[in-house]
């Protein structure tokens, strides 16, 4: 048998908080706490309240966004749904986590989270960032393109989870199926 490390003999549990609007969550998200899941033995994803400024509007509440991630979730005991508002370091700071996971599509997604890790290091010195990249089979899924893709009527099945398609449709208003729409009008 292995022989256990310092930490384990300590009792020191890896957890990550693995931040964002997941407005809402697609497989991308999906497919990067599966696999921190691997590495880390408690995940939490941490679902940011809007500003109250309005500055950014999401579309589904925060309440709606975590109740689509529970359900997508509910069998995986180490992945804890849970949301905040204000600051992400203060938020960090209350929880046992030193890790901040973020996911890269992209060349243009570093810059924006490079400026993030370093504010936030800034701000904290205890915390790190740590960045997971893109599976080739996600890298131009982002919650944007699914709404305005929903948005439009096209397809996202696929690309989110079932209920999170579901949602889209009650949302947007749009009928449960394409065919079915067509035979009605003709
Ligand atoms: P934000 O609102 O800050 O852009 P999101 O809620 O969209 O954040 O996403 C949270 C994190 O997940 C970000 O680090 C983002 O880069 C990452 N992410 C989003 N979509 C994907 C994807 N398809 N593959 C990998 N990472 C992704």
Redesign the pocket.
Known sequence: MAQETQEEKEGVTRVAI??????PI?Y??I??VERALEIFDKVILAI?HDISDGSKRSLFSVEERIEMAKSVFEHSPNLIVDSFKGLLVDYVDRTNARVIL????ATS?FEY?FHMASMNRSLNTHLDTLF?M??KD??F???RSIKEVAGLGGAVEGLVPSIVARRLKEKFNLPLAKEKQMGWEY
Do not use: K, N, Q, W
Not at 18 to 23: E, K, L, R
Not at 102 to 105: D, K, S, V
């Open positions: 693995y931040p964002g609007s997941f407005d697609t991308g998200h497919d990067i940011a973020r996911g890269l599509r997604d989270e997971m893109t599976s996600y890298f899924v982002s919650s």
